[in-house]
């Protein structure tokens, strides 16, 4: 069974930068589409980029794909999402998954990480 554990989240200031990372257990990983995904408060979870096992293919929502950036490095089981021009309200926790579409919903995925917060202040 395959495990992703995120990190690089934290606590930056409006017009910040962060990248997140998310690795795998297992060198399969580097087979499978990933996604990020985030989670506000109060709201419903949002699919926010997606990467294809080779990393030649990726999607994006809309409203955020000038700001943020998906890549992979699969000799190291690695999914990166870096976040630039952070605003308030990309606060929320952020998860990456494995197993589903690209460009699939948050549904659509198999394994999950356990999320890692990012906080934008003001």
């Known amino acids: 069974q395959v495990q992703l554990v995120e990190s690089g989240g934290g606590l930056v200031q409006a017009g910040g930068s962060l990248r997140l990372s998310c690795t795998a257990s297992i060198r399969t990983f580097r087979f499978a589409n990933v996604g990020w995904f985030r989670q506000a408060p109060g709201k419903e979870r949002e699919s926010v980029a997606a990467?294809?096992?080779?990393?030649?293919?990726?999607n994006y929502a809309d409203s955020l794909k000038v700001r943020f950036t998906i890549s992979r490095d699969n000799a190291k089981s690695a999914v990166y999402l870096q976040m630039n021009s952070l605003k308030r309200e990309d606060t929320a926790i952020y998860s990456c998954?494995?197993?589903?579409?690209?460009?699939?919903?948050?549904?659509?995925?198999?394994?999950w990480g356990q999320g890692t917060q990012v906080t934008v202040s003001s």
């Open positions: 990467i294809s096992g080779s990393g030649d293919s990726t």
């Open positions: 998954a494995a197993g589903g579409p690209l460009g699939g919903r948050a549904d659509d995925y198999r394994v």
